[in-house]
């Protein structure tokens, strides 16, 4: 079974930086896209920053300039480095990934949550 497990959330004040990892079980060369949603209490999980296999990335809007996603496919990893964070970026923050064959499945991990709160 495949595993995608997050680390690094914590409590930061706000203006302040965390770096999210995501260790997968298995190599992730085998997705065709990795990547970072969350999902604030009462809202519904949305799409933070995605990276493709061949390195391109994705943010949203309200995450550009403040976020940077990247990947290291030697340790299976990925991360979300977040630069000046707002309250409205507490969430719990999952890493997602799409399989590149077969049935195309998404996984996820369990979250990680991260409170931006003076």
């Known amino acids: 079974q495949i595993q995608l497990e997050e680390s690094g959330g914590d409590l930061v004040q706000p203006g302040g930086s965390l770096t999210l990892s995501c260790q997968c079980s298995?190599?992730?060369?085998?997705?065709?896209?990795l990547g970072w949603y969350r999902q604030a209490p009462g809202k519904q999980r949305e799409l933070v920053a995605t990276?493709?296999?061949?390195?391109?990335?994705n943010y949203v809007d309200f995450v550009k300039d403040r976020f940077t996603i990247s990947r290291d496919n030697a340790k299976n990893t990925i991360y979300l480095q977040m630069n000046n964070l707002k309250p409205e970026d507490t969430a719990v923050y999952y890493c997602?990934?799409?399989?590149?064959?077969?049935?195309?499945?998404?996984?996820w991990g369990q979250g990680t949550q991260v409170t931006v709160s003076s």
């Open positions: 298995r190599t992730i060369l085998a997705f065709s896209s």
């Open positions: 997602w990934g799409k399989d590149r064959i077969g049935l195309l499945e998404d996984h």
């Open positions: 990276v493709t296999a061949n390195g391109n990335t």
